[in-house]
């Protein structure tokens, strides 16, 4: 039995699995099967495994519930479909979101491609200037943001955000990918539903696809209902390799958030870094919200190289431990530049405008030991600086 109430490294061991049993498995096993046997009247709770109740989805459901301290939980194909199945349920033609403009690019995508078929509008505003509640309408029914943002880690004051939604009868959705259950959880802040890419911290290993919202049991039932026929069920072998991820979740966290903080002090002290983005700094712009409302700072991190996009290209070219790559969240150092990946469709001046100069080096920071990481950071600085000499020479 779970003491009550477990801490959250427990839940992610134990919660929602089935009471042992003599010659059970430790390890809850993979069902594979698509379909389940029914009793005479066509009855069973286990169906049919596009619905996404299977045994694996189960007991993953009930974890990721646990966690975020909501009654229940979906998990479905990726942290898109997650987002889909939220928006899907909470909106129909006529309706208005309003989104953070700091969202994720697919999510952009989602609203403004998509959806706008659909004959639902978004508009972008600023979550963190007082002034977005002239955005409402008499017609929207959700704001949407996320709980830190890429790449310049703005910290939401989810309950600020959320009251303000909940006057105007707005439902509040947070994309909460950058910090898993572990550092934050913006259900306990008010907002309605959290959604996490469960292909980041969640699976930790960056070897499964998935996404998780977390709520209400009314509002996931209704979020269950779009899934079950929109059809973005997670298979059952990447529903138990994210189970098995999240059982290390609390350790991986811990070590995220130390190697966050020492690297984040460590790159300040650097002369070739102009600008360190660490949520852990009091520089940083929500360094007080951040204080407050989390439980860990993260290990995001976003440098600008003094030398701008030249000298951040010789820099990631030069790194030997961490690896040049998209996405986040897992064991592995990885390390990008928004404006090739993420904000390549802006221009050089809109970046700027951002907080995202070229020379901006987004880095997900791994569980490697913080000095070995330290060690490929210096010598790959020191490789951007000597390229540069070289090139002055030359010139
Ligand atoms: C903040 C955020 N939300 C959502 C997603 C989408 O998740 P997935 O790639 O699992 O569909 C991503 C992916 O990078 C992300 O970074």
Known sequence: ???????????????????PRPNAPVVNPIVTSTTFYMDAEGRGDLLYTRYGNGPNHQVLEARLAALDGGDDALAVGSGMAAMACALLSLLQAGDHVVATDAIYGGTRALLS???SR???QTTYVDLFSPEWTEALRPETRVVLGESVSNPILRVLDVATVARAAQAHGAALVIDSTFTSPLNFRPLEHGADLVMHSATKYLGGHSDVTAGVLVGSAARIGEARKR???WGPVLDPHAAWLLERGIKTLSVRMERHNRNGAEIARWAQERLEI?????PSLPSHTDHETAARILDGFGAMLGIE??????AATRFVRALQLAKLAPSLGGVETLVSEPRHTSHAAMTPAERAANGIPDGFVRISLGIEDAADLIADFDQALRAADAGETEREAAD
């Open 113 to 115: 491609t998509e959806l």
């Open 118 to 120: 659909l004959g639902i």
């Open 1 to 19: 039995m779970m003491p009550h109430p477990a801490g959250p490294g427990t839940q992610a061991i134990h919660a929602g699995d089935p009471a």
């Open 305 to 310: 190289l003094r030398g701008g996009g030249p």
């Open 227 to 229: 899934a079950r026929v």
């Open 274 to 278: 102009a600008r360190v983005i660490h």
